[in-house]
């Protein structure tokens, strides 16, 4: 019997400043192309770190990134 694993990962939207990562939200993934849905997720970001924004000359970044997991060599030689 051949074992067969399926793997889904969910999108994430990355807010960071500067090169500090400050949150990571995960995301639907089959509602990322509706228009306005990582929109809400940015301003209400936006709004709950306002403090740390003001503090930063730079403004927030954001990215939308699929995770990609990685395997334990130990495990994968098994």
Known sequence: MELICVC???MQLMMYIG???IEA???DNTRIPIPGY???FKRNLKLK???L???HT???EFLVVNPIP???PAVKNH
């Open 49 to 51: 770190y306002r403090d």
């Open 38 to 40: 990582l929109g809400q």
């Open 53 to 55: 924004i003001r503090q």
């Open 25 to 27: 939200i995960q995301l």
């Open 58 to 60: 730079n403004p927030p």
């Open 19 to 21: 090169n500090d990562l």
């Open 70 to 72: 990685t395997v334990d």
């Open 8 to 10: 889904l990962f969910t």
